[in-house]
């Protein structure tokens, strides 16, 4: 099975990245800080995408709306995805405007069925002017959605067969919500469609003060190390999933020198292996 591991593409890390490019399965570019960029840093991508295989990730679509999504924007990530020819591209399950208002930050949406057919709409959408689905990945967040009619594995399922998109899980935003609002990470792995994960995500993040001097928060900030429980979760992944899956490590700041990034690689790949071996351990003892 050839499971791919790599690293989110910043400025800060591109040296120690392109030096470690045989360390590296695939790289992944958020795709919005190309919207605007000059031509030139346009097409260093294609560049890039000839050296190691290259993936793009947005983060403004506003997917998981009642709202429809912006057709500019669509069109901004159809002309990145017609220059550089990504393996995929991928989005999240989450809305950033309402009412001609940009909150600026990934929002969790109210996990209603509104949001299920909003969220097929979009893509749909997306689809029909980027020319392929994106993967789309389940968020962070530090309040829970008023007026949710669903769970969020049953609504990241519904939106899943709604749309016939794959996901891209993000671990440490899973790890991050089961410690938040007090439930077992694993029972939803366990139900979520095993066969519908085709990418990971990693991160870290750290503590923060919630409404009381006694509550705390775990805040997904992408400017840490992965912590234990995420490469736990990873293992559990892998005893779950049978198709080739790509590991990402992301990293938005507080870079340590790209040896520790590629150290923590090392260890995912360790964690979805023992995962790996788990599930092959069961299916023998099954079949015996």
Same mark, same amino acid.
């Given at each position: ?27 992944? *570019? ?50 990145? *995805? ?56 389940? *968020? ?15 609504? +990241? ?39 519908? +994960? ?9 503590? +923060? ?37 790509? *590991? +990402? ?40």
């Amino acid at each position: 099975m050839n499971d791919r591991f790599g690293l989110g593409w910043r400025p800060e890390l591109s040296a120690g990245i392109l030096t470690h490019l045989d360390q590296l399965d695939v790289v992944e *570019v958020i795709a919005d800080d190309y919207f605007s960029a000059p031509r030139q840093k346009i097409q260093a991508l294609p560049t890039l995408a000839t050296q190691v295989p290259v993936v793009l990730h947005g983060v403004t679509l506003g997917l998981a709306s009642a709202v429809p999504v912006d057709r500019k924007r669509l069109e901004n990530i159809a002309r990145l *995805v017609d220059a550089i020819q990504p393996e995929f591209w991928s989005e999240h399950l989450s809305f950033v405007r309402g009412g001609g208002i940009e909150i600026g930050h990934l929002a969790a949406p109210p996990r209603t069925a509104s949001t299920i057919e909003g969220a097929a709409n979009n893509l749909t959408a997306a689809r029909a002017i980027v020319g392929t689905l994106p993967l789309v990945e389940n *968020v962070a967040t530090l309040i829970d959605p008023p007026g949710n009619q669903y769970d969020e594995p049953t609504w +990241i399922a519904e939106i899943l067969s709604a749309s016939g998109c794959d996901l891209l899980l993000d671990l440490h935003n899973l790890h991050a919500n089961a410690v938040n609002f007090s439930f077992d990470p694993l029972a939803y792995l366990a139900r979520l469609p095993s066969e519908r +994960i085709a990418t990971v995500h990693l991160a870290g993040g750290r503590w +923060i003060r919630g409404q009381s001097f006694t509550d705390r928060r775990l805040l997904d900030d992408h400017l840490h190390d992965v912590p234990e429980a995420v490469y736990e979760l990873l293992i559990a992944v892998g005893e779950r999933t049978t198709r080739p899956l790509t *590991v +990402i490590l992301e990293r938005d700041g507080h870079f340590p020198p790209i040896e520790q990034l590629l150290d923590q690689l090392t260890r995912a790949r360790h964690a979805l292996q023992i995962g790996r071996d788990r599930r092959a351990q069961h299916l023998n003892e099954q079949a015996a």
